[in-house]
């Protein structure tokens, strides 16, 4: 690893600019937040009803896209592992990184390439989601995307690959799911199944910054957490732990008592307050307030509660966080002390885990989408109000966060890439 790569200033603000407020670059959207200022979107929907484009898939996928004005970003797999009684035949497993019209839905290129071999064999807890799980980011300028093993890369609006760089070859039977974060020059990239490690890659030349090991039975993708002086701190959260970085130098500032368990949720961030979430029998869901040094477990954590939502990532707002967890249960807690406010079970159809999705918010409406139950919208507030059921007539399997865009929201399937919104 070359220091003198580091930057002795890294501009680490993630400026909010107006194209920033109509575009989707990262997992989660803007600030990482899963919140939109949009209004106007579609309370219902069916396969005929307010659907402005659909656009079939050359294979399939879990990520999320992203936009960049008038263009989506997304990435699918083929040739292996589309079906648990025929999966056919491993080295034939190909990445799909796609680039769809944002107006009209057509696939303006496809760029493929084969996976690196050996991956995880098809099946079991892989099987849920697949080869093509982690989410793209972009600066606007250009895109970056981490396929697990195979590594990650960078390209040009265009579909021009710029560079590419391993962060780690093991797999894990439950596949690899980290999504990327730019910090400043920093590309971030939780390569815990792929290293154990965290890594810091210059997104200008695909360059080592820092790395950071150690970082044992992580799916969830990191935040950046804004501190009252202006200044910013990583936060990983991994099995027993949660750290607090430098994303400079990747030096640790901070380290508290985590969940007890594998971690699947991102961390979430409001202010200088960063929530962490995850577990199975030992649920959790914490408050850790930034900016202290060393074991910061009794000093600031803020509160705990022994419940989470296991898979998808909770959202904050307006002093609430909402989350549906992986059995259907709709939660709400209050963020300034940790206290539930409501908790509601649906009856949503499917098999195994039902919500791997992570909701969305915007207009005071929550969307939340199920793997093969349909979309559910709820109203936000402290009472649970079921505003509608939606389902697009697909029966694949619906893995991916919805984005908001513009109005509209984009949806994707294992089959199908959705545009919705009020004709």
């Given at each position: 690893m070359k220091q003198s790569l580091l930057l002795s200033v890294v501009a680490l603000a993630l400026v909010t600019s107006s194209s920033e407020a109509a575009d989707w670059m990262r997992f989660r959207g803007p600030q990482c937040s899963g919140v939109s200022t949009d209004t106007g979107l579609p309370t219902t929907w069916n396969a005929t009803e307010n659907v402005i484009w659909k656009t079939p898939m050359p294979g399939f996928g879990a990520s999320s896209p992203i936009t960049v004005g008038d263009r989506v970003f997304l990435t699918a797999y083929s040739g292996y592992g589309l079906s648990e009684d025929e999966p056919g035949e491993m080295e034939n497993l190909t990445h799909h990184f796609l680039c769809v019209d944002r107006n009209s839905g057509k696939i303006l290129w496809d760029k493929r390439s084969r996976a690196l071999q050996p991956e995880?064999?098809?099946?079991?807890?892989?099987?849920?989601?697949?080869?093509?799980?982690?989410?793209?980011?972009?600066?606007?300028?250009?895109?970056?995307v981490f396929l697990g093993k195979s590594g990650v890369w960078a390209y040009t609006l265009d579909g021009k690959n710029l560079w590419k760089i391993s962060v780690g070859q093991k797999t894990h039977g439950w596949g690899s799911g980290t999504s990327l974060l730019l910090?400043?020059?920093?590309?971030?990239?939780?390569?815990?199944?792929?290293?154990?490690?965290?890594?810091?890659?210059?997104?200008?030349?695909?360059?080592?910054?820092?790395?950071?090991?150690?970082?044992?039975?992580?799916?969830a993708t990191p935040v950046l957490l804004n501190l009252p002086d202006g200044k910013q701190e990583l936060v990983v959260s991994l099995r027993e732990k949660i750290l607090g970085l430098d994303p400079a130098t990747g030096e640790q500032l901070w380290y508290c008592d985590g969940v007890k368990d594998y971690v699947c949720p991102s961390v979430i961030a409001h202010d200088?307050?960063?929530?962490?979430?995850?577990?199975?029998?030992?649920?959790?869901?914490?408050?850790?307030r930034g900016g202290g040094r060393g074991d910061v477990t009794e000093t600031h954590r803020l509160w705990e509660l022994r419940k989470t939502s296991k898979v998808s990532t909770p959202v904050y707002h307006d002093g609430l966080i909402y989350w549906v967890n992986h059995q259907g249960v709709a939660c709400c807690v209050d963020a300034t002390n940790g206290e539930l406010v409501y908790q509601e079970r649906m009856k949503i159809e499917g098999r195994r885990d039902l919500v791997y999705a992570s909701p969305v918010l915007a207009d005071g409406k929550l969307y939340v989408v199920s793997r093969q139950g349909g979309a559910i919208v709820l109203a936000t507030g402290r009472e649970f109000k079921e505003l509608a059921r939606n389902d697009l007539g697909d029966d694949s399997v619906f893995n991916g966060t919805p984005v908001i865009d513009n109005s509209r929201l984009l949806l994707r399937s294992d089959r199908f890439l959705y545009c919705l919104g009020k004709k």
């Open positions: 995880e064999p098809y099946r079991s807890f892989i099987a849920l989601h697949g080869y093509a799980s982690n989410t793209p980011v972009s600066d606007g300028e250009n895109v970056y910090a400043g020059n920093a590309l971030i990239v939780n390569a815990s199944v792929e290293s154990q490690s965290v890594w810091a890659i210059d997104k200008r030349n695909g360059e080592g910054l820092w790395r950071v090991e150690g970082i044992n039975d992580s799916w200088d307050v960063a929530y962490v979430t995850g577990g199975r029998g030992a649920a959790l869901l914490t408050a850790i």
